[in-house]
């Protein structure tokens, strides 16, 4: 996984809200996003943070 360390302002929003139903993730920081919600490559190399928060990522791996 990425470094949320080089992100760019302009690639994120705060609050950064999960977009999952019943989920109350939010992060108020990039330390949050990165704790959170973690960040990934994109294939330009842009770095953005991932949609859905850490726990709600595990649990559609599991679901599948
Ligand atoms: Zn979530």
Redesign the pocket.
């Known amino acids: 996984m990425s470094s949320c360390n080089e992100i760019k302002d302009i690639d994120y929003q705060l609050p950064k809200e999960?977009?999952?139903e019943n989920?109350t993730?939010n992060a108020n920081s990039l330390v949050e996003i990165e704790e959170k919600f973690g960040c990934r490559k994109m294939e330009d190399g842009k770095i953005i943070p991932q949609s859905?928060?850490?726990?709600?990522?595990k649990k559609s791996v599991k679901s599948k």
Not at 52 to 57: A, F, L
């Open positions: 999960c977009p999952q989920c993730i859905w928060c850490r726990e709600c990522r």
